[in-house]
Nanobody, 121 residues
């Protein structure tokens, strides 16, 4: 099993920044990477960005140029720097242990508890 723990959420004004952290532990050999997802109120959970074991990154179009995903292997932690946040990005942000799917990656079974991000003036 993999355990994931998010932190770093909070309340920020529009245009502000936050950095989220996702700490991983457990049987991480099965993971192909870590993905950040978010779930706004009354909406579906959506992929925001992911980073692979090899360090490759992928972003959803709606965060390109504003969010940056990175990792510290020594700390088993993945970060998501979020800049120029918008009101509509208010959501619970989750990290997920990805698994290999052919040449790509897919969401796995392990999720963190989530961290609330509220963007409001």
């Amino acid at each position: 099993q993999v355990q994931l723990a998010e932190s770093g959420g909070g309340v920020v004004q529009p245009g502000g920044s936050l950095r989220l952290s996702c700490s991983a532990s457990g049987s991480m050999d099965s993971m192909s990477g870590i993905g950040w997802y978010r779930q706004p109120p009354a909406k579906e959970r959506e992929l925001v960005a992911y980073i692979t074991r090899g360090g490759s990154t992928q972003y959803a179009d709606f965060v390109l140029g504003r969010f940056t995903i990175s990792k510290d292997n020594a700390k088993n932690t993945v970060y998501q720097q979020m800049d120029n946040l918008k009101v509509e990005e208010t959501a619970v942000y989750f990290c997920n242990a990805l698994r290999q799917a052919g040449l790509g990656h897919e969401r796995g079974a392990y999720w963190g508890q989530g961290t609330q991000v509220t963007v409001s003036s």
